[in-house]
């Protein structure tokens, strides 16, 4: 094991990885590169117009680096298109209500008391009669902090799975306050999902400000009554595409590190910090490495459709099955703008000295030492799960990244230019020493 340990820790200087560091502070342009996508491309929603343009960009811009095997796999979405929407609180007062649908909400113009809960539980605990001809709301808030992501994964099921299972109790529709913080009045969108069986009801989301009102009504004991109006088209299966590209590895070429980050958007903004900063960070790695490539290849997936339901992801695992054992470890970036505040990884227990030496090379960053958890990895590497491919994350700084994510604020003028700076450089150092070290990580143990 000592001599193991010895060979893993002396695979890169320290003085290499020091220069990095800091070259890629002074030098990456991923804040450009997030607002061009951000503002020449815009929304891309999976299957859209503007996915299709996004896909075109990614290839011209890889191609412009110089990347190898540059190239667009095909993968199938399904293609939904928002229309007009509208909610209107209609007794015991009238105030318009801010609203967004979700994704694959079904159109449909319903008019209902509502009843709230705070959870999937509690309207699972109420007797049907309470629930049915009638607009359930979820008022299930979520924290805002540096660390809000935790906060974010517990409320979110009531955006993936409220509607359904409103509709199973016998609503006419769900509405939800905004999975999201801040105080603005853009309803944050999202993924929900049908279940098999039961008939879809409109699903949509109230902007912050207008579900406190909502909340307020109720909890003075008014029986508020409000009706909601959604025009969309699910216009079915459509083309989309992973975009990839290469910087080969100078010894072990078909040893991969996988740098990730998603191509998709929401309609609602122009998906500049989701993700957005992702595609501008990763691209800019591969540039600033590009003079020196490490050892083995750095492969840059942009998938297609995270957004709404990871085709691209599980696409990328069918399609490279077999050289995932080749996967030295993937890393997906897309949790916006800020800063890099912890690293954490998953992989086989004997991996722990190379992520330790990772994690003290972040250090000078203020990023806290690394730690195993088996949640590691974005959206989109949760397919290589199964495979054993092993995971690295860096968690950032969401404080602000909730206020704008999946609504129409998620602009170009969001992203911080600094702290964007610094999660590209403790990608760089991660994805570069992954990819210099000698021997290939032990595979992760299959998450519970
Ligand atoms: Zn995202």
């Not at 540059?70 to 928002?82: F, P, Q």
């Not at 209609?90 to 609203?99: A, D, E, I, K």
């Not at 509405?175 to 999202?190: A, E, Q, W």
Request: with cysteine.
């Amino acid at each position: 094991m000592r001599w193991l340990m010895i060979l893993l820790l002396a695979s890169c200087s320290n003085r290499e990885v020091e220069e990095l560091r800091t070259k890629v502070l002074e030098q990456s342009r991923a804040h450009e590169v997030a607002c061009d996508l951000a503002d020449r491309v815009g929304a891309r929603p999976a299957g859209s117009e503007g996915d299709r343009r996004a896909v075109a960009w990614a290839l011209a811009r890889m191609q412009e680096l110089g990347l190898s095997n540059v190239r667009a796999e095909m993968v199938k979405v399904t293609r939904w298109e928002r229309g007009a929407e509208h909610a209107e609180i209609v007794s015991p007062v009238r105030q318009r209500l801010f609203v967004a649908g979700l994704g694959q909400s079904v159109a449909g113009t319903v008019e209902a008391e509502v009843v709230r809960v705070g959870s999937i539980e509690e309207l699972q605990s109420l007797p049907d009669e309470r629930v049915k001809g009638r607009i359930v709301f979820y008022d299930k808030p979520m924290e805002r902090g540096p660390r809000a992501l935790e906060s974010y994964a517990s409320a979110v099921d009531v955006r993936s799975a409220g509607a359904a299972a409103a509709a199973k109790k016998g609503a006419v529709a769900s509405i939800i306050r905004s999975i999201g913080t801040g105080s603005g009045r853009f309803p944050h969108t999202g993924a929900q999902r049908t279940r098999d069986g039961i008939p879809p009801i409109p699903a949509a989301a109230l902007a912050i400000p207008d579900a406190e009102l909502l909340a307020r009504l109720i909890a003075a004991g008014e029986e508020v009554r409000v009706k909601l109006s959604l025009e969309s088209t699910l216009h079915g299966e459509a083309e989309s595409a992973n975009v990839i590209g290469e910087l080969t590895g100078r010894e072990k070429p078909d040893e991969i590190v996988l740098l990730g980050a998603h191509l998709d958007s929401w309609d609602l903004g122009t998906g500049a910090v989701d993700d957005g900063t992702g595609v501008g960070a990763a691209l800019e790695i591969v540039r600033l490495l590009k003079a020196a490539p490490p050892r083995r290849t750095i492969r840059v997936v942009l998938f297609a459709n995270e957004e709404h339901g990871l085709a691209g992801a599980f696409g990328y695992a069918k399609t490279h099955q077999a050289e995932l054992m080749k996967h030295q470890a993937a890393l997906e970036l897309d949790l916006g703008t800020g800063r890099a505040l912890d690293f954490r990884w998953h992989a086989g227990p004997t991996a722990e000295p190379v992520m330790h030496e990772i994690g003290e090379a972040l250090e000078p960053l203020g990023i806290t030492p690394a730690k195993q958890d088996p949640d590691a990895g974005g959206a989109d590497l949760i397919p290589l799960g199964p495979a054993g491919v092993p995971k690295v994350d860096l968690l950032q700084d969401s404080t602000r990244y909730f206020d704008v994510h999946h609504t129409a604020d998620d602009t170009c003028d969001k992203i911080e230019p600094d702290a964007l700076a610094q999660l590209t450089s403790a990608a760089t150092v991660v994805t570069f020493m992954l990819a210099e070290t000698p021997e290939l990580l032990e595979r992760a143990p299959r998450a519970k």
